[in-house]
């Protein structure tokens, strides 16, 4: 079964300061895709990236980076100079892509709070 | 080009109503999906659709719970004598039909619904 794990509920970091969003997942599968969404208070859903199984590539995108560790089943992401605009909940997921259904499971969330 | 339609936006029922969550999904996309946001709990899938199609409902509840993608106009989460603890965040989100792989799946605003 599928299952998406963050274990840190909420962080609090100041401003300026670099923060790790931790996402462990399980998969019994060898293709499967994993994301990452924000959630800001306003509540809508912001796609933030996919990787699939394959491509163990880290990736950056401006202040943001993601790493991706099939060894330890991990994608972490990574917030670097954080800003107060980046207090969100943060979500990862976890699509297996098999059966022809590709419903997404998430993991509860991790609440950051970026202080001034 | 508009994102994820969903509305109403914020829905109040009393216990025992009906009520009926659109979606209309970004243009182009014939993938839809329903996902539930309880208080303090993550995202939970509830039904996969595409165009006239149920493809996985594995996430809906037995009872009072449907959900439909007609050919034309949007698709409809429908909850039957609504109880409180259908109290929620819905959200609906869509992906374009290409071949392999899970593709990133956009999320509308969502449907706040409140039973009282």
């Known amino acids: 079964a599928q299952k998406v794990t963050q274990a840190q509920t909420e962080i609090s970091v100041v401003e300026k300061e670099d923060v790790t969003l931790d996402c462990v997942y399980e998969t019994r599968d060898t293709t499967y895709y994993l994301f990452w969404y924000k959630q800001p208070p306003s509540g809508e859903l912001v796609f933030l990236i996919r990787r699939n199984s394959f491509d163990e590539q880290n990736e950056i995108s401006g202040r943001y980076s993601w790493n991706f560790q099939k060894s330890t089943s991990s994608f972490n992401f990574t917030i670097t100079a954080s800003q107060v605009v980046d207090s969100a909940v943060y979500f990862c997921?976890?699509?297996?892509?098999?059966?022809?259904?590709?419903?997404?499971?998430f993991g509860k969330g991790t609440k950051l709070t970026v202080n001034p | 080009n508009a994102g994820v339609m969903q509305n109403p936006r914020h829905l109040v029922r009393r216990r025992g109503q009906e009520a009926r969550l659109r979606c209309s999904p970004m243009?182009?996309?014939?993938?839809v999906y329903w996902y539930r946001q309880l208080p303090e709990e993550g995202l939970k899938f509830m039904v996969y659709l595409q165009k006239e199609n149920i493809i996985d409902e594995s996430g809906m509840p037995k009872e009072r719970f449907s959900a439909e993608f007609p050919k034309e106009g949007p698709s409809i989460l429908r909850i039957q004598q609504v109880v409180r603890g259908d109290s929620a965040a819905y959200f609906c989100?869509?992906?374009?039909?290409?071949?392999?792989?899970?593709?990133?799946?956009?999320f509308g605003p969502g449907t706040r619904l409140t039973v009282t």
């Open positions: 989100a869509s992906s374009p039909e290409l071949a392999g792989g899970a593709y990133e799946q956009y």
């Open positions: 243009k182009g996309h014939s993938h």
């Open positions: 997921a976890l699509s297996e892509a098999q059966g022809g259904s590709e419903k997404l499971v």
